[in-house]
């Protein structure tokens, strides 16, 4: 009984072995494989969204640069220009 038991024990050990073996040389081939493509273009709700999203910030975005680079451009601006 007590041999039968030790030869199952090893019996399982190979089985584990062959099977932890089996699943590395699966994910190996698994990995060198390249996967199939899966970009999808944008749909067009999304670039609609983007286009909207850049045309009500991009003139704020220009002033807060324009503010950067001269400070006095906004001090004196008036009905007949910034520069004056």
Known sequence: ?????G??????????YNRTTSMLVTARVAMATPAPSS???PTSMLVAV????????????VLAFLSGVDQDIFH?????GPYL
């Open 76 to 80: 004196n601006a008036g009905a007949a």
């Open 1 to 5: 009984m007590l041999k039968m038991k």
């Open 7 to 16: 030869r199952r024990l090893e019996s399982e050990k190979a089985g584990e």
């Open 50 to 61: 983007v286009l909207c999203f850049v045309v009500t910030e991009l003139p704020q975005g």
């Open 39 to 41: 970009w999808q273009p």
